[in-house]
């Protein structure tokens, strides 16, 4: 056990000492935020450049009422000035671009199939929508006046609908927690493949470098392989979590600080066009209260504390095969014959739980590969957020510890003799032989 | 087996037996290494030495046979008395020399406080107390080597196990290394030497053991083996005028073979058989009647002459 201690305690601090561990722990979330923030600061320089919108209305139809200048968008009316003229003056680079009423004579149905817009550069496609939106609008409420209906009682006709689901085991969720879910679900099931990948490959590389600096054999007549093996994996599982908490805490940190900023500029924001469409699509100012009830609704404690297990158990499932082909070859180029099978699962896992959480989440095809050791880690955590019955789980770790305490034992033992093999690269037959040496 | 015997045996190893799928890489084989004694396991590669040395150092189990350190078969708490230096031997490439050193030292049973002091007292010792922050990738190879030795024999293990010591060390290590191993040697450690050039450890061997295709040829201390080899073949130098004359001369009398020892002066020079029925001083007589001699000496066997021998009459035994 001492031993194991020392083995454990060298390849984790190897592992933490390392520039790049040190870099990417703390600078992904930096990154992450900083990406946001400047995704968010570019969108709002975008937008922050005013359009000036000419537009021709030929029709009888009052339409300064939905042209409402805002800090974004500048509409001028230049009806008198006439289409032809208008155009040359988008030409010569005076407006953005003109938006053309015909007459009502036609009908409206007419009119708004021959409504144009013009402009020297393609204008985006959330622009376009939002003017035929406007559109829309003025000519929905032009055509309930005339039938006699008012304003107030189209307002009075309006419901936003959120439909509550619950499940027997008394979940309750909304459409707006079924999105919160799927991201969160999805996430850390990529995340926990991107980190037995990662981890995996480090536990290889630890052990290729023990093999070309013939350092093995030294360390094999004071330990039992099978302990360095082991001691390598822990070691290695404890600094990729180190590095989730780490993540955790920073994001945590960084998102409150940065959503102080935000929230600051937030009144800003209500003028903007996408807020009008924001709001116009239903999203209502209440909803984001509703946001943060629907994520704390989440189990986001049982969450955390099953990524730590799907964790634990993938890694060791996996990092025991990368140590073992590890031992099997001679340098990294080796390896590749031996990655296939290893990655092939982890990308099985990452589809299959992209496509069957979007859909069905409690379906069959979910729930077998929820249970199947090789893909059961990710695609489980990619279902947690939904809820998955407790048998279910405790079935998925069940098979999990035995097959990765199954696969250790295994991986020992063509780790214990392919680590004093030099030379030849091994083929699958080799490893098969090495198992009864 | 009587108290004597037990005693002064440190290793013992009974009728062991190693298969890798269907090729033996060892066959049977029984050896036992005195206590305080350099032991030389020799054989040509792939004889079966590194093999017999894994299992020793636990690396390898046997199929069947039993292996005793000091009289107890063989347990996972032995690991901490026998030093092991292999043949395919380096060290963590990106570590620092003392944080490295410290580490396998404390995978040997050490303490902490232990090994820094014995670390402290083996990097004065060859003077490289400055390394101690360097990393290994830093280092020379022959500094590299010098490093592998102290972690070798840190723990003062009771048995100390060399494949191949002397493969890649430069004169100069090699002399100091040697230097070390004797004086280990008689502080009481056990030492076992594997290496299929046998001249480069004749010299330090008090016991050594043949080792050759997976079985064990021969068996027994140097000098007594020396004894059982020698061809009673002398090697001599004359002082003559007519080289050619003389050799005529003897060749009548005696049974020649052309010599490769070295002489200063022009000489004849000149192996000489001792026929069985003659003494060595009536011999050595004779021989001066030819001429002043400048060279008399009985060859030593080597062991690679003694292996051949003894393989080739191994060999006649199994085909007769």
């Not at chain 1, 601090?13 to 930096?30: A, D, E, M, Q, W």
């Not at chain 1, 996996?318 to 092939?344: K, L």
Request: with cysteine; charged share 20%; proline share 4%.
């Amino acid at each position: 056990m001492e031993k194991l201690k020392l083995i454990i305690y060298r390849e984790f601090i190897g592992k933490v000492r390392n520039k790049s561990f040190i870099i990417l722990t703390f600078l992904s979330p930096v990154l992450m935020i900083g990406m946001g923030l400047l995704i968010f600061y570019l969108t709002k320089v975008n937008n922050n450049s005013a359009k000036e919108i000419a537009y021709v209305n030929e029709s009888s139809l009052n339409f300064e009422e939905v042209f409402v200048t805002t800090k974004n968008t500048k509409y001028i009316d230049v009806t008198q000035l006439g289409v032809a003229f208008s155009k040359e003056e988008i030409d010569k680079g005076h407006y953005y671009g003109l938006v053309t009423i015909p007459s009502e004579a036609n009908g409206l149905k007419e009119l708004a199939s021959s409504v144009a817009f013009y402009s020297k550069e393609a204008p985006s496609i959330l622009f376009l929508e939002h003017l035929e939106k406007l559109v829309a609008n003025k000519l929905k409420a032009y055509k309930l006046k005339e039938l006699g209906i008012s304003q107030k009682n189209i307002n009075a006709a309006n419901f936003a609908v959120n439909i509550k689901q619950s499940n027997s085991s008394g979940e309750k969720s909304s459409k707006l927690g079924n999105g919160l879910k799927i991201g969160l679900g999805m996430g850390s099931g990529y995340l926990l493949m991107m980190f037995i990948i990662i981890y995996g490959n480090s536990v290889m590389r630890n052990v290729i470098e023990e093999k070309t600096s013939r350092i093995i054999e030294i360390i094999i007549s004071s330990v039992k392989p099978f302990q360095l093996m082991l001691g390598k994996i822990i070691g290695n599982a404890c600094a990729g979590l180190l590095q989730f908490f780490v993540w955790i805490v920073l994001l945590l940190i960084l998102g409150t600080v940065v959503s102080l900023f935000v929230g600051v500029e937030f009144g800003d924001l209500q003028n903007t066009p996408s807020k009008e469409l924001m709001q116009e699509s239903g999203f209502k100012a209440e909803e984001l209260t509703n946001l943060l009830a629907e994520i704390l609704a989440l189990p986001l404690l049982k969450m955390f504390v099953l990524f730590i297990f799907y964790f634990i158990g993938g890694f060791f499932l996996y990092s025991s095969i990368y140590a073992a082909i590890g031992a099997a070859v001679d340098s990294e180029t080796d390896t590749q014959q031996f990655m296939m099978p290893v990655i092939m699962p982890l990308m099985l896992a990452v589809y299959i739980g992209f496509a069957s959480v979007l859909s069905d989440p409690n379906g069959p095809v979910a729930t077998i590969f929820s249970i199947i050791p090789f893909t059961s880690s990710i695609v489980m955590l990619m279902r947690i957020p939904f809820g998955v019955p407790w048998w279910e789980l405790l079935l998925s770790l069940l098979l999990l510890t035995l097959s990765f305490v199954g696969m250790v034992w295994v991986a020992a033992k063509i780790y214990r003799v392919g680590i004093l093999m030099y030379g030849k690269k091994p083929t699958y037959k080799d490893l098969y032989k090495w198992l009864k040496y | 087996m009587n108290a004597f015997l037990k005693d002064i045996h440190l290793l013992k190893i009974e009728n062991l037996t190693k298969n890798f799928g269907n090729y033996r890489a060892l066959n049977n084989l029984s050896i036992q290494v005195p206590k305080g004694s350099i032991y030389g396991l020799l054989g040509p590669n792939g004889a079966g030495k590194t093999t017999l040395i894994r299992m020793v150092n636990q690396i390898l189990l046997p199929d069947s046979g039993t292996i005793y350190l000091d009289n107890e078969p063989l347990a996972p708490e032995h690991i901490s008395m026998i030093g092991y230096l292999p043949e395919e031997r380096g060290l963590y490439k990106s570590m620092k020399v003392g944080e490295q050193a410290l580490y396998l030292a404390r995978l040997k049973g050490l303490t902490k406080a232990e090994a820094t002091e014995r670390l402290n007292y083996w990097f004065e010792k060859f003077e490289i107390t400055d390394w101690w922050d360097k990393k290994i990738q830093e280092l020379s190879k022959g500094m590299a080597q010098k490093i592998q030795f102290i972690v070798t024999v840190l723990h003062q293990p009771k048995l100390l196990i060399f494949d191949e010591p002397f493969s890649g060390f430069d004169p100069v290590n090699a002399k100091l290394i040697g230097k070390e191993i004797i004086a280990l040697r008689d502080q009481g450690t056990t030492i076992i030497f594997s290496t299929h050039r046998m001249e480069s450890v004749e010299e330090m061997c008090d016991y050594v053991a043949l080792i050759h295709k997976s079985e064990k040829v021969l068996e027994g201390p140097l000098k007594k083996i020396q004894l059982d080899y020698k061809t009673n073949l002398f090697e001599v130098g004359i002082q003559c005028l007519d080289k050619e004359k003389v050799q005529k001369e003897i060749s009548s009398e005696f049974l020649i073979s052309e010599a490769n020892f070295a002489s200063l002066n022009d000489s004849l020079r000149l192996n000489v058989s001792l026929p069985p029925e003659m003494d060595q001083h009536t011999f050595f007589n004779r021989l001066t009647s030819f001429g002043p001699l400048t060279h008399f000496t009985e060859k030593i066997p080597t062991m690679n002459e003694i292996f051949l021998e003894a393989v080739s009459k191994r060999n006649d035994k199994i085909s007769a």
